[in-house]
């Protein structure tokens, strides 16, 4: 009789089968649990169908292919559909897991009745790459500590810690709140969705934590061409859906956004349409 996985552990990929591989090889190096990887391979090339078609061969591994590149929320909503573990945690394919990290994310969702779990997440020099998400006063949020060397803030670690928002490049929740959350808003294309993500549930009156003792490197940006600049259609977007109710709940943290009205008026200026077409969902700004 087949076990059902505790954990499912879903990535998107495109085209950087080397990362992947890599990926693959180590969170079952490092993970003794019971968890399925569901890869989910946008736009794929001869290299990376041909590494999937190996992979797929593996028990606790699950294949989906995209002909066209599709979007990070589009992905991982398709593969939440797909999935069979109770807790999902989304993993991206240039993210390097320490041994025992899922059990840890675990440890932490169980002990602190947690919605969200992170994880700390270095670079390969041994820097910061995230430890939690901080807002800008324009509302748009930035990695803490991010390049710090962690030898100067040890306090940081091997203990959880309280977050508003935590990175979606190794981010867990459990597949019933997901559900309910309405899953990825699949308007963001490849930005702020994660936040986004985060928001609702701590709106919703989730707690969000990151885990003390999980950690795992980040090669960032390295599976895909991003430039780091955001993408405003995502901003804009992100801003109608909650700038005033950020300012609402934290003023005292966007001290300069304390005209409503002259907000609300500047971003009822644009409307965003959601378009379904054959199956899949684009959006405009106009």
Same mark, same amino acid.
């Given at each position: 009789?087949?076990?059902?996985?505790? #954990?499912?552990?879903?990535?998107?990929?495109?085209?950087?089968?080397?990362?992947?591989?890599?990926?693959?090889? #180590?969170?079952?190096?490092?993970?003794?649990?019971?968890?399925?990887?569901?890869? #989910?391979?946008?736009?794929?090339?001869?290299?990376?169908?041909?590494?999937?078609?190996?992979? %797929?061969?593996?028990?606790?591994?699950?294949?989906?292919?995209?002909? %066209?590149?599709?979007? =990070?929320?589009?992905?991982?909503?398709?593969?939440?559909?797909? %999935?069979?573990?109770?807790?999902?945690?989304?993993?991206?394919?240039?993210?390097?897991?320490?041994?025992?990290?899922?059990?840890?994310?675990?440890?932490?969702?169980?002990?602190?009745?947690?919605?969200?779990?992170?994880?700390?997440?270095?670079?390969?020099?041994?820097?910061?790459?995230?430890?939690?998400?901080?807002?800008?006063?324009?509302?748009?949020?930035?990695?803490?500590? =991010?390049?710090?060397?962690?030898?100067?803030?040890?306090?940081?670690?091997?203990?959880?810690?309280?977050?508003?928002?935590?990175?979606?490049?190794?981010?867990? @929740?459990?597949?019933?709140?997901?559900?309910?959350? $309405? $899953?990825?808003?699949?308007?963001?294309?490849?930005?702020?969705?994660?936040?986004?993500?985060?928001?609702?549930?701590?709106?919703?009156?989730?707690?969000?934590?990151?885990?003390?003792?999980?950690?795992?490197?980040?090669?960032?940006?390295? %599976?895909?061409?991003?430039?780091?600049?955001?993408?405003?259609?995502?901003?804009?977007?992100?801003?109608?859906?909650?700038?005033?109710?950020? @300012?609402?709940?934290?003023?005292?943290?966007? @001290? $300069?956004?304390?005209? =409503?009205?002259?907000?609300?008026?500047?971003?009822?200026?644009?409307?965003?349409?959601?378009?379904?077409?054959?199956?899949?969902?684009?959006?405009?700004?106009?």
């Amino acid at each position: 009789m087949e076990t059902k996985p505790i #954990v499912s552990v879903i990535t998107p990929t495109r085209n950087r089968p080397d990362l992947l591989e890599q990926s693959v090889k #180590v969170l079952e190096a490092g993970t003794k649990l019971n968890y399925e990887h569901i890869i #989910v391979a946008n736009d794929p090339t001869p290299e990376t169908r041909e590494l999937c078609n190996r992979l %797929s061969k593996k028990k606790n591994c699950k294949i989906i292919l995209n002909e %066209s590149n599709e979007s =990070y929320s589009y992905s991982n909503n398709q593969a939440v559909e797909a %999935s069979k573990g109770e807790i999902l945690c989304f993993l991206n394919d240039d993210v390097l897991l320490e041994n025992g990290c899922l059990e840890s994310m675990i440890k932490t969702m169980n002990e602190r009745e947690a919605g969200i779990v992170g994880t700390n997440l270095f670079f390969p020099d041994g820097t910061i790459q995230h430890v939690g998400v901080l807002f800008r006063s324009n509302l748009l949020p930035m990695h803490a500590f =991010y390049g710090f060397d962690p030898k100067f803030l040890s306090g940081l670690f091997g203990r959880d810690s309280k977050q508003l928002v935590v990175t979606g490049a190794c981010l867990m @929740i459990k597949k019933s709140l997901f559900n309910k959350l $309405g $899953g990825f808003d699949e308007r963001f294309f490849y930005g702020l969705e994660d936040v986004d993500l985060c928001l609702k549930a701590k709106f919703s009156g989730e707690s969000i934590w990151l885990s003390g003792d999980a950690n795992g490197i980040h090669h960032e940006h390295a %599976s895909g061409d991003i430039s780091g600049k955001p993408n405003y259609k995502n901003v804009l977007l992100f801003y109608r859906k909650w700038a005033l109710k950020l @300012i609402g709940k934290y003023p005292r943290i966007f @001290i $300069g956004w304390r005209d =409503y009205k002259v907000i609300d008026e500047l971003l009822s200026k644009s409307s965003i349409i959601d378009h379904k077409i054959e199956k899949r969902r684009f959006w405009k700004v106009f």
